[in-house]
């Protein structure tokens, strides 16, 4: 299964979802829904968009935004 890396990548910056949610919405509007699905890995899809901004506000490269695991969720 394929899962995005955000909370971690948010760890490591020492950054808060609050933080990332207000960036986000500043390059484009998003719901709260919406983007909690996204942090917290309930999502099934993801605009390239939506990896181009994040990548941007994080400082990443796309690699660093996922990872595969072997979860079957």
């Known amino acids: 299964m394929v899962k995005l890396n955000v909370k ?3 760890e490591q910056k020492k ?3 609050y933080w990332l949610f207000n960036r986000l919405n500043n390059l484009g ?3 709260y829904t919406n983007f909690n ?3 917290e890995n309930k999502t099934t899809s993801i605009k390239y968009s939506n990896i ?3 990548c941007k506000i994080l400082e990443c490269e796309p690699n660093d935004l996922f990872e595969i ?4 969720d």
């Open 8 to 10: 971690k990548l948010l």
């Open 15 to 17: 950054k808060t979802k």
């Open 29 to 31: 509007n998003i719901s």
């Open 37 to 39: 699905n996204l942090v």
């Open 52 to 54: 181009e901004k994040l």
């Open 69 to 72: 695991t072997d979860e079957n």
